[in-house]
């Protein structure tokens, strides 16, 4: 058989399939699920204010591209209109340990769900870790209160810390927003005046980029280049040149372009609940699990860091600068005196429990988004090469990555580009000395919780 006549059949029968092996996998899902919440059942977490809560979830979404960082293109323009929203830190550079973290409000090296190798590489993930049992997740908590739950991606890697922990929907990659949210609502329809918790992680701005007509070319009329919905000059030797900035144009311009787009779907989900008159008893949350680059570090990586595929510079997952860990956040509903300026996503767990008037029996390490934060920031367990940390106190940010051989220190406001570390061996040793300590004082903790 030619092989183009083999792939023109490869999509038919993906959509006679797909559904058979969808209804399996939600089946299994669900199942398993129902199993988690009866060995938990005697975990104490009451719900004493019943809330609905909604978290929308934009995978990829840098917090540098939104209307929130004044951004030339007005791409976020309903998500800048919540009062409730602001920058924060995602806790690791990709979605697995990311969507770990929100869903408990611990750093991947306390939850555990991340690659334990020296090496990593996503592209084979072997010794990927799930969430440690001991953590109790916002979706188990919702079910042990009776709550109907709702979980939806077209990201299979957002589902990896969620096996048994909730009953997860799993869409087909290439899934537009609008049919979750449709789909979302028709869930909506059925549970009726039941109190409900809902995670929907929207996958448009994460590759392949394929917004509506409508939306393709919003701010300007994208090139058909070739890859463009994907990736190309990934590696060091083609990112130069004319064809090279030509397709960073263009590229840029299909992720703004897709932002306005998940922007209009997040509205969406906001003007649905408001028409239920579902506003004064929700609380609507939007975020992103982590950012993306556009090659704004490629040279630095590729002279300082290892990646084993020998990519540099593009998507995320790789390192721990700025525009790969900084994401919006914004939280609607019945709240109150938030304070939502680069804090750290795991505080979102907190804020939900002390709305829901519950507690966890743990310690945390976030904290409610009303309260005074902690004092720094966090973001690790990078999925490809060795580990890097980035550890955020009084306006520094330490790069950490020993086995690469980095240890750097940037001042984030004089610069904010990440460009030129300090050269000061005491402000260094300094922030070594806070970050290990801290991890050292975790390590302690979770013996002595075991």
């Not at 806790?91 to 409000?105: L, N, R, Y």
């Not at 994907?230 to 932002?259: C, H, M, S």
């Not at 260094?428 to 991890?439: H, P």
């Amino acid at each position: 058989m030619p092989i183009t006549e083999a792939v023109s059949k490869i999509k038919p029968l993906k959509r006679i399939l797909y559904p058979m092996y969808r209804l399996k996998k939600e089946h299994q899902y669900r199942l398993a699920f129902k199993q988690r919440l009866k060995e938990i059942g005697d975990t104490n977490v009451e719900i004493n204010d019943p809330l609905n809560v909604i978290i929308v979830t934009a995978d990829c979404l840098r917090f540098k591209n939104t209307s929130l960082n004044e951004y030339e293109r007005n791409t976020t323009p309903f998500l800048s209109s919540i009062r409730n929203s602001g920058k924060a830190i995602a806790s690791a550079p990709w979605t697995h340990p990311s969507v770990a973290s929100i869903m408990t409000g611990m750093y991947p090296h306390n939850h555990g769900a991340y690659i334990h190798l020296k090496v990593r590489n996503f592209d084979n993930p072997r010794a990927i870790k799930g969430i440690r049992k001991k953590f109790i997740t916002l979706t188990e908590i919702a079910g042990l209160n009776n709550y109907e739950v709702y979980f939806a991606t077209s990201i299979a890697v957002a589902t990896f810390p969620m096996g048994g922990r909730a009953p997860v929907r799993l869409y087909p990659g290439e899934t537009r927003g609008d049919t979750i949210v449709s789909d979302f609502f028709k869930w909506l329809n059925k549970v009726g005046n039941r109190n409900f918790f809902a995670y929907i992680h929207l996958g448009d701005t994460h590759q392949p980029l394929n917004p509506p007509r409508k939306f393709r070319d919003y701010f300007g009329r994208v090139e058909n280049l070739k890859n463009i919905e994907i990736w190309a000059f990934q590696k060091p030797q083609e990112q130069q040149g004319r064809e090279f900035e030509r397709f960073k144009k263009n590229k840029v311009l299909l992720y703004d372009n897709t932002i306005r787009y998940v922007d209009y779907l997040f509205e969406k989900i906001h003007r649905g609940i408001e028409k239920r008159g579902l506003l004064d008893n929700t609380v609507i949350v939007f975020t992103a699990d982590h950012g993306e680059e556009f090659w704004e570090h490629a040279k630095l990586e590729a002279q300082n860091f290892y990646d084993p595929r020998g990519i540099y510079g593009v998507g995320h997952g790789h390192n721990v600068f700025n525009e790969i860990i900084e994401v919006p956040l914004a939280v609607e509903g019945p709240v109150h005196n938030l304070k939502i300026d680069n804090r750290p996503l795991v505080d979102l767990f907190p804020t939900i429990l002390k709305l829901w008037k519950t507690e966890v029996p743990y310690k945390l390490d976030g904290r409610p988004l009303n309260e005074k934060p902690r004092p720094f920031l966090m973001s690790e367990a990078t999925g490809y090469g060795y580990e890097k940390k980035a550890f955020i106190v009084n306006g520094l940010k330490f790069l950490y990555a020993p086995d690469d051989g980095v240890e750097w220190v940037f001042l984030m406001n004089r610069d904010p580009q990440e460009s030129n570390p300090l050269k000061d061996a005491d402000i260094t040793e300094n922030m070594r000395k806070k970050l290990l300590s801290i991890l050292a004082r975790d390590e302690v903790r979770s013996k002595l919780e075991r």
